[in-house]
């Protein structure tokens, strides 16, 4: 039971969630494995959640109203940008039937979804004070960045040109504005 407490336990967890998430955003469409891509889901966001709380030993900066402020505002943010990525079929992978959606909160940043993990997971470390999960959403940041690439070509593969316009015009891949 002592490995349920270790945060490094949750990181690792967190982790191989994103390769699986990887393997399964490469041209596999999710919904014929429905229940296995929503236990991904849920491993990976889950594990990076318990690794900050505060049953998990682990350094920790002390916890003030400004953690309450701070975490808020991401947690705001990652609402701001999650509620209307939502409304395109993430689901499956790319194929020349789907309609791009250039507007709304893409046409800020291109994976929406994935900047809401990362503030998200940001904000619940905050919250609790917790410099690991602080400290591991560059990690996170990089693997999401993984996973973009892969579906990336995906949907040049599948878009063709307007998908090639469309990331000129919108450089931010997770982070907006910021073309890495």
């Known amino acids: ?16 969630g994103l390769l699986v998430g990887i393997a399964l955003v490469s041209g596999t469409k999710m919904e014929k494995n429905a229940a296995f891509g929503l236990a991904t889901i849920l491993v990976c966001d889950l594990s990076r959640i318990v690794l900050v709380l505060p049953f998990c ?21 990652a609402f701001v940008f999650g509620v ?24 800020i940043v291109r994976n929406p979804i994935y900047l809401t993990d990362l503030l998200f997971s940001l904000g619940f ?37 307007p998908y090639l316009d469309y990331k000129k015009l919108v450089k931010g891949r997770i982070i907006p504005g910021l073309p890495i």
């Open 1 to 16: 039971m002592l490995i349920l407490t270790d945060p490094f336990f949750w990181a690792f967890v967190g982790m191989f």
């Open 57 to 77: 030993s682990q350094p920790r900066f002390e916890i003030g109203i400004w953690n309450w402020v701070v975490s808020g505002i991401f947690l705001a943010a």
């Open 84 to 107: 209307p990525a939502m409304s395109i079929n993430w689901r499956t992978a790319p194929d020349s039937k789907i309609v791009l959606k250039t507007n709304g909160i893409y046409g």
């Open 125 to 161: 470390a905050v919250m609790f004070g917790s410099i690991i999960g602080v400290a591991l959403i560059p990690i996170w940041w990089i693997a999401y960045l993984c996973i973009v690439l892969v579906e990336e070509k995906s949907l040049e593969t599948a878009l063709g040109q």
